[in-house]
């Protein structure tokens, strides 16, 4: 009897535990089209640092379970747009809170992506050659 109401007890203080975290959850949007974004990064982050991190599904959800109360930011991320953040999200005890995120097609400054100003082509249509010996002055004559 007495291993029936520790089980019980320990049942119940574990429902009490679990009970008071809230979900941060929504959906990641294109801002001129209003269309969803799919497979979208999403960062939670708290003080500065990555809490947790999810990808939107086809419709562009995404949703953060059993969030310990306290101030968030959420951080979405999304290939061709600049990061977008939503700050100071505020989740109390068995809170549950819906925070939409509205990205802007844009221009990534200091990106991984790389672009030029013009198109180079790497072989030039009239000018093949196979088995070929070059020296300093032609190699530099086709350098970029």
């Known amino acids: 009897m007495r291993h029936?109401?520790?089980l019980i007890s320990l049942l119940f203080t574990t429902?009490?535990?679990f009970s008071q975290n809230g979900?941060?959850?929504?959906?990641?949007?294109d801002e001129r089209t209003k269309e969803e974004l799919p497979f979208a990064n999403v960062i939670l982050m708290k003080k500065g640092k990555p809490y947790a991190g999810i990808t939107t599904?086809?419709?562009?959800?995404?949703?953060f379970a059993n969030v310990a109360p306290g101030t968030y930011s959420v951080r979405a991320v999304y290939v061709g747009y600049p990061d977008e953040w939503v700050y100071k999200i505020?989740?109390?005890?068995?809170?549950n809170i819906s925070v939409d995120v509205f990205m802007k097609e844009g221009t990534i400054i200091g990106g991984p992506v790389?672009?030029?100003?013009?198109y180079i082509p790497m072989i030039k249509h009239d000018?093949?050659?196979t088995g070929m010996e070059?020296?300093?002055k032609e190699i530099a004559r086709f350098a970029f």
């Open 4 to 6: 029936f109401l520790l």
């Open 15 to 17: 429902q009490f535990a």
């Open 23 to 29: 979900t941060i959850e929504g959906k990641i949007y």
């Open 57 to 63: 599904d086809l419709d562009g959800s995404y949703s």
């Open 90 to 95: 505020k989740l109390h005890q068995d809170q």
């Open 114 to 118: 790389i672009a030029r100003k013009s």
């Open 127 to 129: 000018e093949v050659w």
């Open 134 to 136: 070059m020296n300093a």
